[in-house]
């Protein structure tokens, strides 16, 4: 089903399993994804959490994502989920200067993930000195992950080649630069293994 999202914050259909669920509101009609998004609300979240279970593709009901590993739903421009995620949601938002609101947090990635009016993303060009790992770049359009001091690539079909990691210049950056400084104060984004 068309229900993965990648780092660049596509949502297509591969078969690559998810570590983490979430979504950005009502997306589809019957079971095809209609929009990119229905508000500046995108959250990540268990994929299990007090035994609750609800049917996908629901007329009216949020649309079930799915993301390879938490650092692919930051990039996305996701966060952690208040309620299924507590910690994690606590963990993030401490990290965010000034301590904001779940409100604020949603305004500030939604202003960062997309460019103004648009459905398209938003890229920002930053110092490769000044990326913590859990960050993801894009170069030559394909989308690579900062860990342990080189980059890895992302596919389809999960975490691909490591790189070198460059020591100077600067690159297009997918993860939106508020998560960037939550990663910078500490946070421990999940990275799957097989991208280390």
Known sequence: MRNRVTPIGDIVDIPLRGAWTGNRGVLHRGHEIVRCHGGDLWITCALTFKNRWREQWLPNRYTHLYFHDEAVSFAAGHRPCGECRRPAYTAYRDAWPGTPSATAMNRRLHSER???????????????????????????????????????????????????????????VLTPPATIAVLRAGYPVQIDDSAR
């Open 114 to 172: 997309l460019i103004r009016g648009t459905h398209r993303r938003r890229l920002h060009e930053l110092n490769w000195a000044d990326l913590p790992d859990g960050v993801f770049v894009l170069r030559d359009h394909h989308p690579e992950l900062k860990v342990d001091g080189h980059l890895t690539t992302w596919t389809t079909a999960g975490y691909g080649l490591q790189q070198q990691l460059p020591t100077a210049g600067t690159v297009r």
